[in-house]
């Protein structure tokens, strides 16, 4: 195919009336749960989704190769997915041969090499277990829209924390009820109705399996590998988190999903779902922020830049910039608070989002107060440690 007729097919997909370009796109691999386990000889098919991993996210952009997918697929507009087999994929690629040796990158070329490659082998594997795998295309039509499947739902984890969108930039409605709970190990995720057989087979085969977690979902390192991150314990970070470059999560430090940092932060507490880190801010050693989950609370909790969350704190309101919370205290949006130094008691949350506050216990009548900051506060982070 010429460059001529490249253009030619796209003009083509896209001129049709009911066409509209996805707002964001991905091919990657979809793992599912094993119908006929039990039966010897039998190869197991598709059931249960498991999970999808999508090498390469795409997001207002690369539109050519969408309506190239589009064109294999049929498919028109809205979010949908489809699996691929190795004569579409085949396909894709004639398609896209006038980009071959230009001296560019195309990633998504890229990835739909690996994914020949990986249609090719046949889905081997060396431990004789074999877990149900496809190439699939996802495509989601506006991502204010709420989630179809569960590989919508995945391209959506991948688009947060490839930095794609920020936290709370897309839809999450329902994704619990989409994705399904999920043995995750290091043979790969497994059904969990299915894994002692599973794990049966692996062992009568010499391969000792180690259990990470049984969850819906799965870590993010494991999909995404953000650049300039510090991350001391990967089972911390769930997919769907969203590190900026030059936060560095410690040890105790955890980040879940729709949620994270919006710049150099040093995160050693829990950063909840839905909360969002500014630039510059420190979570404390055992620190807790509310999420949106528990409860069904809806109240995004956001803190501002250059903050101090102190070791062991909580927080149930947002913080402006500037702002600290003294180490132990739990501050949540009905404490009553004390105004330093006229003595006025306000609820926490009439403080919420506001600039420059120090909240801290009185240590003789235990009673909170927060007073306004004067100067430019706490000194910031350890500039050492944030040498990524």
């Keep these: 195919m010429s460059l001529d007729a490249f253009k030619a097919l796209v003009t083509r997909i896209e001129s049709q009336p009911d066409y509209r370009r996805p707002e964001a796109f991905a091919v990657g691999i979809a793992s599912f749960s094993m119908a006929g386990l039990d039966k010897p000889g039998v190869v197991a098919s598709p059931g249960k989704i498991l999970d999808t991993w999508f090498p390469l996210v795409?997001?207002?952009?690369?539109?050519?190769?969408?309506?190239?997918?589009?064109?294999?697929?049929?498919?028109?507009?809205?979010?949908?997915s489809y699996y691929l087999n190795q004569e579409q994929v085949e396909e894709a690629l004639e398609h896209?041969?006038?980009?071959?040796?230009?001296?560019?990158?195309?990633?998504?070329?890229?990835?739909?090499?690996?994914?020949?490659?990986?249609?090719?082998?046949?889905?081997?594997?060396?431990t004789?277990?074999?877990?149900?795998?496809?190439?699939?295309?996802?495509?989601?039509?506006?991502?204010?829209?709420?989630?179809?499947?569960?590989?919508?739902?995945?391209?959506?984890?991948?688009?947060?924390?490839?930095?794609?969108?920020?936290?709370?930039?897309?839809?999450?409605?329902?994704?619990?009820g989409l994705l399904n709970n999920v043995v995750?190990?290091?043979?790969?995720?497994?059904?969990?109705?299915?894994?002692?057989?599973?794990?049966?087979?692996?062992?009568?085969?010499?391969?000792?399996?180690?259990?990470?977690?049984?969850?819906?979902?799965?870590?993010?390192?494991?999909?995404?590998?953000?650049?300039?991150?510090?991350?001391?314990?990967?089972?911390?970070?769930?997919?769907?988190?969203?590190?900026?470059?030059?936060?560095?999560?410690?040890?105790?430090?955890?980040?879940?999903?729709?949620?994270?940092?919006?710049?150099?932060?040093?995160?050693?507490?829990r950063i909840s779902a839905g909360v969002v880190v500014g630039n510059g801010s420190d979570i404390g050693g055992g620190a807790s922020i509310m999420g949106t989950l528990s409860g069904g609370g809806k109240e995004v909790i956001k803190i501002g830049e250059q903050c101090l969350l102190g070791a062991n704190a909580g927080l149930g309101i947002s913080l402006g910039n500037n702002c600290t919370v003294e180490s132990g205290l739990y501050l949540t949006g009905g404490a009553k608070v004390t105004l330093v130094p006229d003595g006025t008691v306000v609820k926490a949350v009439q403080l919420s989002g506001q600039n420059d506050l120090l909240f801290r216990r009185n240590s003789q009548s235990g009673a909170i107060e927060v007073s306004q900051k004067k100067g430019a506060g706490w000194s910031g982070l350890n500039a050492a440690l944030h040498t990524n």
């Excluded at 795409?58 to 949908?80: C, M």
């Excluded at 149900?132 to 989601?140: H, L, S």
Aim: aromatic letters at 8%.
């Design 58 to 80: 795409n997001l207002n952009e690369n539109f050519g190769t969408a309506a190239v997918l589009a064109s294999l697929t049929g498919y028109r507009n809205g979010s949908k």
């Design 96 to 126: 896209f041969a006038p980009f071959f040796n230009d001296g560019k990158r195309h990633a998504n070329i890229d990835a739909l090499n690996d994914l020949r490659e990986f249609l090719r082998a046949g889905n081997k594997c060396s």
């Design 128 to 176: 004789g277990v074999v877990v149900p795998r496809m190439v699939t295309v996802t495509f989601i039509g506006e991502i204010a829209a709420k989630p179809v499947d569960a590989h919508d739902v995945y391209l959506r984890l991948h688009l947060l924390s490839s930095r794609k969108v920020k936290p709370h930039g897309l839809n999450l409605d329902g994704v619990f």
């Design 184 to 269: 995750w190990s290091s043979e790969g995720p497994f059904d969990p109705e299915q894994f002692d057989a599973v794990r049966s087979r692996l062992k009568t085969r010499g391969v000792e399996v180690k259990v990470t977690s049984i969850d819906k979902f799965p870590r993010m390192t494991d999909y995404v590998m953000p650049t300039g991150v510090r991350i001391a314990d990967a089972d911390r970070v769930r997919l769907g988190a969203h590190l900026a470059e030059g936060t560095t999560v410690m040890h105790e430090g955890f980040c879940n999903f729709n949620a994270g940092t919006l710049g150099k932060s040093m995160v050693e507490g």
